[in-house]
């Protein structure tokens, strides 16, 4: 038989309705099998995830502040869930629990992960589906890493002889027990884990619009929907910035070649953005796919006459970032220049040193740090055969009067990258997308 597995994220079960639309979809085909779910998200523009209220509780327990209101504010959002749906659940021994490990351990991790054992539990005695704890099956290494390969055994061990089941997203533990998350959003990660542990057809990853967008819709009006997207594009996407799936959700999918569909609980009927290994040959070819920016880089450029003959310079120069544990973005190069850019927040606390480092050990004739620095990537397969994409991206840009800092083309041809100021992004993204995306 057909397997599914199926995430659905905060805002698609942020109350009892929104379970209920989830419900439907899950029984409207039996292939939907094994679901991963996010704690509730907003109910509205003004709401607050349960997860932010999770961590305000860690804060003011862990300063000894009280947390009752807020704890009280966290029962009353399951309550209201509990009482529309009618299910059968001790919410008051789990918000007991929770308000003991305040008290004494207080873990940060634990507390953040509670959002998503809740509703999952409450999710599962809704539908009649095992409840699955990733704190036994979603294993993290000491220094906090993902275990991927431990983590597929023990997730296929403990579901493979289930019909079908609940799991909560975005945490599992460490060997000792303890429990850890994933970066925010992390239950994508989760439902792709379950996806390659028990080899599903599809990955349904349930969100509230219908699909990706080629740019941003806060930057772009009305962005086209991207109906395909291969593994490798998504990511490059989601990393500079495109938010509707976690960057890290790609790799066990990928792994395992099972495609995503990226769904809306609202509107169940419109078939969102398929993300697969090749695009199908089917389609009219089109050479970008996306378009996305992210802002808060530096560039640290290093010149220095006959650069290019001395031996072991770029070497040296990459060997300081390293050592103070900054992993660097792109490194453009000239005869007799480099620059290596970096996110700001890499060089908390050692960009002195490493600007001191650079001079005493490599003794350049400038070194000059640009801050304020936004990467804009274009991104698509199609890029490799279409001539005059390069053109169209840098004529965009200088008709819209911005100044581009730094140029770079992946080698496998599926990315233009430019550096622009802080300020232009938003515009150069606007431009790119009206010369080459507007059919
Ligand atoms: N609840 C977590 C967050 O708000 C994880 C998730 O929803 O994927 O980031």
């Not at 169209?392 to 819209?400: D, G, L, N, T, Y």
Request: a negative charge; one cysteine or more.
């Amino acid at each position: 038989m057909e397997t599914i597995v199926l995430k659905f994220g905060g805002t698609s079960l942020a109350s009892a309705q929104q379970i209920c639309k989830a419900a439907d979809i899950i029984h409207s085909n039996p292939a939907r099998r094994y679901v991963a779910v996010s704690a509730p998200g907003k109910r509205d523009r003004g709401d607050i995830k349960v997860t932010d209220l999770l961590y305000q509780c860690h804060t003011l327990a862990s300063e000894q502040e009280s947390f009752d209101a807020v704890l009280t504010q966290i029962a009353a959002r399951f309550s209201d869930i509990i009482t529309a749906l009618g299910v059968d659940f001790d919410l008051d021994a789990e918000i007991a629990a929770i308000r003991t490990h305040l008290e004494t351990k207080c873990e940060k991790a634990y507390m953040a992960s509670r959002g998503e054992y809740l509703n999952a539990k409450i999710i599962a005695a809704y539908l009649g589906f095992p409840f699955v704890d990733p704190a036994d099956c979603v294993v993290f290494d000491d220094t906090g890493a993902l275990d991927p390969e431990i983590t597929n055994t023990k997730v296929h061990e403990a579901l493979w002889q289930l019909p079908n089941a609940v799991i909560p997203g975005f945490y599992g533990a460490l060997p000792d027990g303890t429990i850890c998350t994933f970066s925010r959003g992390g239950s994508d990660v989760t439902g792709a884990i379950v996806a390659r542990a028990v080899s599903a057809n599809l990955y349904e990853n349930w969100t509230d619009v219908s699909g990706m967008l080629a740019a941003d819709p806060g930057i772009v009006p009305s962005p086209r929907r991207i109906d395909y997207i291969s593994y490798q594009e998504l990511r490059e996407l989601s990393y500079m910035g495109s938010s509707v799936f976690h960057e890290d959700a790609v790799f066990p999918v990928q792994r395992a070649g099972i495609p995503i569909n990226i769904r809306n609980t609202n509107r169940p009927s419109d078939p969102g953005t398929m993300i697969v290994a090749s695009l199908p040959r089917i389609l009219p070819p089109r050479a970008v796919t996306g378009i996305a920016g992210r802002k808060g880089f530096v560039s640290i450029q290093v010149e220095k006459a006959l650069m290019n003959s001395a031996v072991g310079f770029g070497a040296t120069l990459l060997k300081i970032f390293a050592d103070h544990g900054v992993s660097f973005e792109h490194c453009p190069t000239g005869i007799d220049t480099m620059s290596v850019i970096v996110a700001n927040e890499q060089l908390n606390g050692c960009r002195e040193q490493i600007l001191q480092e650079i001079r005493e050990q490599l003794h350049p004739d400038a070194l000059i740090a640009e801050d304020h620095l936004a990467l804009v990537a274009v991104v698509g397969h199609g890029m490799a055969y279409s001539k005059g994409v390069a053109a169209s991206i840098f004529s965009a840009v200088s008709e819209a009067g911005i100044n581009i800092r730094m140029i770079d083309q992946g080698s496998s041809e599926l990315n233009i990258i430019i550096a622009v100021e802080e300020k232009d992004c938003e515009n150069a993204i606007r431009s790119i997308y009206q010369k080459l995306i507007t059919d």
